[in-house]
């Protein structure tokens, strides 16, 4: 047998997953990330994040049963959007990697708005760029001199098996400025004092060769294969992100095939013959092959239900709900005053009144309006220039709620079912069988 594997280091934790074959599950892992991780006994201190991940990774092939190990063909990682590290020559991380939601970039932003395009990503606090003026500016003289690479978490966990620096794929890219539309650098950003940091980019799933004889492992070098159990022969494969990587799990591939997230917060992801762009509201558009994932994200969702309901009481009052009539209490779900998308306005009140007595008159009243944020949501999509929607899959832990398929289902005008895949990892195991172009060449 052969298999692919894909490698998922999201917020809390990483796992494995092999695909046979077939493409089925062979062999899934999970590691959490350690809860004491802080340096020393100072708990201002930061968390040792490549330690943490260095020894995920060996825990994660370490628990893979051998004969699937040897049997892999071929693998790639995915990592946090966003989150990224400064290396030397060696590789040696120089600072703490700064993480995905890490937003001291708004220091450097006065500078960054002179310099990018009005409509750049980079202009976000959060956004690659931002983080690596952030290093420029305030890490000490000879730190910064020794820096060579700017590396995403998904680059070096690659780095751990092909042993090349500098390499990078265009979904983590974007968050860096690259042009995914030109597939390359913009001049502005070519011009800068950082480019020469700026990693080489690729299509995810591009092969970067097999796993190295001598690849690295902290500051020493050993034998890759022999450290992870994997054969030599096996390919590295450019990865992606941890989001994107989900909706490859799900499976869809037609334009006007959506994927929305139901956790803590409402995600949309639309598969789109166009790009669409829209940064006062947080969309952009990720390349997969021909096609455009047009994305955006609300801050309604499922925390705002646990706010009020906990999950049995959730299910069990949701089985009391009627499968017809809709009470268009015209409720906005939100904890707190603002609302990114498809609302830009970090003022934005919540509206849950009037409240009903009975519980599960006003569950129904927030899973209708969430229902309709939704639907709104792919509407603006569609009115900037997206691929009309066709089918809805959904992920996260709202997916299960029958009744509330069928609220939805009612308000956006489309079948919506469960993804048959949602862990991040099979998404990423399907890429490291190749690139996008042909699964998504529209």
């Not at 395009?117 to 290093?135: G, H, I, N, Q, R």
């Not at 700026?198 to 690295?216: C, E, K, L, R």
């Not at 994107?244 to 995600?267: D, H, R």
Request: proline content about 7%; overall charge neutral; glycine content about 10%.
């Amino acid at each position: 047998m052969i298999y692919t594997l894909g490698l998922d280091f999201g917020t809390s934790g990483a796992r494995a997953i092999a695909l046979d074959a077939q493409g089925q599950i062979a062999a899934q892992v999970r590691v959490p990330f350690g809860q004491n991780s802080a340096r020393t006994s100072d708990r201002t201190q930061a968390p040792d994040w490549v330690g943490q991940w260095r020894q995920a990774l060996n825990q994660l092939l370490a628990e893979i049963p051998e004969t699937i190990r040897q049997g892999t063909v071929a693998i790639a990682c995915n990592g946090t959007s966003g989150t990224v590290l400064l290396c030397d020559a060696t590789g040696e991380v120089i600072a703490d990697p700064l993480l995905y939601n890490d937003d001291r970039g708004q220091s450097v932003g006065a500078i960054l708005a002179t310099i990018a395009p009005p409509e750049s990503l980079v202009l976000s606090a959060t956004s690659s760029l931002a983080k690596l003026m952030w290093w420029r500016e305030y890490l000490p003289a000879q730190d910064w001199q020794r820096g060579r690479y700017l590396l995403h978490q998904a680059d070096w966990l690659a780095y751990q098996f092909h042993g090349r620096l500098g390499l990078s794929d265009y979904h983590n890219a974007l968050k860096l400025g690259y042009d995914v539309v030109a597939l390359a650098y913009p001049d502005w950003m070519q011009r800068l004092p950082e480019a020469r940091l700026f990693p080489q980019v690729v299509a995810p799933g591009t092969d970067w060769g097999p796993i190295s004889a001598m690849a690295p492992l902290g500051r020493s070098l050993t034998i890759a294969a022999a450290q992870y159990g994997l054969p030599t022969h096996c390919r590295v494969r450019a990865g992606t992100t941890d989001s994107i990587a989900a909706f490859l799990a799900s499976g869809a591939q037609q334009p006007g095939e959506a994927v929305t997230s139901l956790g803590s917060t409402l995600v949309l992801k639309l598969l789109s013959r166009t790009p669409v762009t829209d940064r006062r509201r947080g969309i952009y558009s990720h390349r997969l092959g021909n096609l455009w994932l047009v994305g955006g994200a609300s801050n309604t969702g499922g925390a705002v239900l646990q706010h009020f309901f906990t999950s049995d009481e959730i299910e069990r009052l949701s089985r009391t709900l009627p499968r017809q009539s809709a009470l268009n209490l015209d409720y906005y779900p939100l904890l707190q005053p603002g609302e990114r998308f498809p609302i830009n306005d970090p003022s934005y009140p919540p509206r849950l009144e009037p409240r009903p007595t009975d519980p599960a008159l006003f569950l129904q009243g927030m899973l209708e309006g969430i229902a309709r944020i939704e639907a709104q949501g792919y509407r603006q999509l569609q009115e900037l220039g997206a691929t009309p929607l066709t089918r809805v899959w959904t992920a996260g832990g709202g997916a299960q709620n029958a009744i509330w398929a069928k609220i939805r289902q009612d308000y956006l005008g489309v079948p919506v079912a469960c993804a048959p895949e949602t862990e991040a990892a099979v998404g990423t195991a399907r890429l490291a069988g190749g690139p996008l172009q042909s699964a998504y060449s529209g």
